[in-house]
């Protein structure tokens, strides 16, 4: 008769056996249902693509990195406290993109580009609560005639960022009434501008304002509350409902989305299940929730460490036709108790910009699988670019960037149009003028553009025929 020691030797190899039967079976189900996504190297190499019909090809800029002179804005008030910016810099002049656009609307043209997506200045449009400047619609109305002439889509971001310093001053997205003054510049927006523009953008990156400006502080209002950042969040939420529905009722034709940061998050140890699982959870929390919230019709967010929100929000759904992707990075992700949010998070391995953020087109190909899955609705890349000042790295992420746009529409995907940040170096917000996004390099003294290294690949990447000038209000139009 065996003993009783060795039936527990025998019960405890047993049951170690099956924990690491169960720990392997868990561990291969998730890396086959999480695969890497893959770029075909060879044919990304020889990559010649021919985009669908109406496919835009463009760049992106925001108001306050490029205009000048936006002093009516929280970002102008913000960048003049000391130590805020890096290198000690302000906006200033920036590019001087407001006195200079014919000149910039010129560049685009030698980029092959057919399109532009760009931010109007809500601070300059309505410098006081309820105070019209109607000189500075006029010249936003310009301005669109300016690039319809020159056979560019305008892509409209309502917030892009810079909040009016009199929202501001009462709690900026966190403000009761900041959804319904947002709102009202919305229908304000579709009256002066509606009959010029077809693609609307309501907001920019709203989990990034919430985060830089209320769980890092390094953005205004340089907050550090994770309770409060998810009210600036619910804030945005509602903000986004009330304009897209003014949208609607001022421009029946209005295409309406919104740009959202999205990182491509992976664990950083594949055979480790727990990271698949923080990795998922900040995925879903970070990239997802916006578009989840208007998808369910619900104001829903979820992370580790901050307050949850679920909430019936029935008038989000069906606000976007389309959704906006802007991508950079990939992160690896490692479960970490005493980091925030329990989860550490770092570049990948690979190619690393200025900017330290890692190069990894692959990321971009499986966010577009991921937001066709979720959504099926239209795809724009409304941002995607490198912090590249000697521009080695440029032509190669242009290129491979754009092939996996077009692996991803091969798939079945309908990615209706893709543009690079940034037309020109700019103002890159708490990094001042020390990271170069442009495609042209803008000499801070003399504000001229020069062409860089990777300009001639976005040319060659355009689509065929180059656009050429076209009558004032004619464009080609996206079916519904």
Known sequence: MPSTSSKGVRWTAGAAGVLILGYL????????????????AASERAFAPEWPAGFLWGTATAAHQIEGGNVLNDWWRFEHQPGKIAHGDTSGLATDHWNKVGEDIALMRTLGANAYRFSIEWSRLEPADG?????????YVDELSQLRAAGQEPVVTLLHFSLPLWIADRGGATAADFPAKFGRFAA??????????????????????????????AWPPGVKDNAQAVKAYEGLLRAHGLAAAALRAGDPDAFIGLAQNLIWFEPANRWNPIEYV??????NGFNWSFYESIAR?????????????DAPAPELKGTIDWVGLNYYRRNLVRFKPSAPGMVDISAGPGTLSDAKVEIYPAGQL??????????????????????????????????????AIKQAIAEGADVRGAFHWSLMDNFE?????????????????????TPVPGSEEFRRLAPTPAPSAAPTGTSATPPR
């Not at 923080?278 to 995925?283: E, G, I, N, Q, Y």
Request: charged content about 20%; hydrophobic content about 40%.
């Open 131 to 139: 105070q019209w400047d109607d000189a500075a619609w006029t010249h």
């Open 25 to 40: 079976a868990t561990t291969l189900y998730f890396q086959r249902t999480n695969p890497r996504p893959v770029l075909d």
């Open 366 to 403: 499986a966010l577009i699988r991921e937001a066709w899955t979720r959504y099926r609705l239209p795809i724009v890349i409304t941002e995607n670019g490198v912090a590249d000042s000697t521009g080695v790295y440029r032509p190669m992420f242009v290129r491979q960037h754009a092939y």
């Open 188 to 217: 304000e927006a579709a009256r002066r501008l509606g009959p010029q523009v077809r693609w609307w953008c309501t907001v920019n990156e709203p989990n990034v304002q919430m985060f830089f400006g209320y769980v890092a502080g």
């Open 429 to 449: 917000w708490a990094e001042g003028y020390g990271w170069r996004f442009g495609l042209y390099r803008l000499d801070l003294k003399t504000l001229a553009r």
């Open 297 to 309: 019709g619900r104001h829903l967010f979820a992370m580790p460490g901050f307050p949850s929100l």
């Open 278 to 283: 923080v990795a998922k959870s900040a995925s």
